[in-house]
């Protein structure tokens, strides 16, 4: 395959999502906080974009399965491609997308930064974390000291430095409070950090001049958990007051994973302090660890459902291509006759299940992440993460990620090997792109917290926080759907399969929290498929709004008319194929029992 070849955006899908059914050109484009970019600029830049993904992003994305990056000497050599790629988002401006405008930056709202970041991310996933260097500026601008900010936010938005999240440990994975790395006040404001973190995404690399690390360690003197701590800026090299470069601090990489997929992503162990001290500052000059790393968890855990999201868009593309071109076979109703001519797959009514399967998930999920991305929209212009008057958005975010994470990386993995089976053995070859789609994505369901990690957050912390109140607000807005009249005689029967479904999701919740006074290994047993089937709930709303949205723009869009019956056919289809599961999993729910966990060790 030609290497810029393989990604071809549903950038109409997007730009439904955002500004037909989300209207964000009315309701975020132009106001403070955000810059002033309007509907039609934010229509073009998104196009210019596209372009530039599908062309100059693409050309890398295979590049590294057959030249990966090469750690010598605790330094990291990328493959040439990935860095040239990276230049031309530079040189695009790309960057700049989401900065605030007192950094230089176009004050994008996170709907459009989303929407950008799903182009990049099909278009070529391992070049979307060294991107990552852009959030980490927009952190520091919220959470760091007059005197940080001065002394890193210049460099890291002009020069193009990169950065990483540094949580994980060789004994500490997904228990971050069992962290051991060490961090020990030497006076003027630095401290020195000792000890080992692995899984680091980005963690080395000649992507840039420096890389600016974000790193929880334990104070001395701190209790244990994760309340005992901290978060420190530890940059590759050492920055000076005046913001200028001083030498190499103590921070090496000390191994380079071997991994699955996603082999342009530098995935690395980095060793700090040994042999040379590590040097780093206290974020904000305050010991608010977990709760200022959440700030880049909660991005990161929406970047990877964007993700994968994007990966099976992009798998659904080249499905679907593949089915227009192979002829295989004559049509069904002519099997007997042996003169008949071969026709394409894609007249096969099993090719044509599995694309639609394909089609409405990959549209399901963009219409998740993109509404999750409209509530962000909200609690900035409420005055940001955490502000009294976003209260009641905030919790609705916090609710939707894991349904964003959870659902997406889980769900795009079984449809990517949908994809690959449309392409029959092909598939299976490394001459089409899917089976390194599916190679690169399945990370997405362990790393930034596993799906059941989403799970127990979804049901014992967002949903215990306020009693529910949150997810019944969300519900209430279900049930009006379905209980109203939008798209009339023609989506009636969608409108009823959503309000089964709801009835069926409100009695496996119900369910669960009666069986919650028993054990909590219920929650244990059954959350992923709580996850799960409210995620597709929403995602089944969410459609059919789409189609009420659909049904009306066909009036008075009529050139258009095929996008929008290809809306109702997905709305559609996931009524009637994926919502009637729901009575299934409130019946596994309601049947199950403990007994699971006394089956004997050995027994297994």
Known sequence: MTSS???????????????????????????APFGDLDETAARQMLQTFAQLCTNELAAS??????????????????????????????????HLLEQPPHLGGLGAPPSLGWAAFELLAGANASLAFYTLGNLLAR????????EQKRRFLPHMVERHWSGSMVLTEPDAGSDVGAARTKARQVGGGVWEIEGVKRFITNGESDMSENIIHMVLARPEGAGPGTKGLSLFVVPKYWVNDDGSLGGLNGVECTKLEKKMGLKGSVTCELTFGDGKPARGLLLGEVHDGM????????????????????????????????????????????????????????????????????????EGMRALCLFAASVQDAVELKGGHRATEA?????????????VKGYCSEKAYEMLAVSLQVHGGSGYLTDYPVEQYIRDQKIDTLYEGTTHIQALDLILRKLARDGGATLQGLLTQVRETAEGTGGGKELEAERAAMGKALGDVETMLGTLMGKLGESLYHVGLQGNRVLLSVAELVIGWLLVRHA??????????PGD?????????????YCHEVLPNLAHAARMV??????LMEVPEESF
């Open 391 to 403: 209260g009641e958005m905030d919790a609705l975010n916090d609710m939707l990620l894991p349904l």
């Open 548 to 557: 009420q949205v659909a049904l009306e723009r066909m009036k008075s869009n």
């Open 5 to 31: 070849s393989h990604y071809v955006p549903n950038l109409r899908d997007i730009e439904f999502n955002l500004f037909e059914f989300l209207d964000i050109g009315r309701t975020s484009l132009g106001r």
């Open 61 to 94: 994305f295979d590049e590294s399965e057959h030249t990966p990056p090469k750690l010598e000497n605790g330094k990291v050599t990328l493959p040439p491609g990935l860095k040239k790629a990276m230049g031309a988002f530079h040189d695009a401006g790309m």
């Open 590 to 595: 309601e049947h199950g029992n403990l007994d």
């Open 561 to 573: 008319r095929t996008f929008y019956a290809g809306k109702l056919a997905s709305a559609r289809w």
């Open 291 to 362: 709760r200022q790393m959440f700030y880049i968890i909660e991005q990161a855990r929406m970047a990877v459902g964007v993700k994968s999201m994007a990966t099976l868009s992009a798998g659904y593309g080249r499905a679907l291509a593949f089915a227009k071109d192979r002829l295989q076979g004559s049509d069904l109703l002519q099997a007997r006759d042996k003169t008949a001519p071969r026709v394409p797959i894609f007249r096969h009514p099993d090719v044509r299940r599995m694309l639609m399967a394909q089609k409405a998930h990959a």
């Open 139 to 146: 952190i520091i601008d919220r959470l760091g000291t007059p």
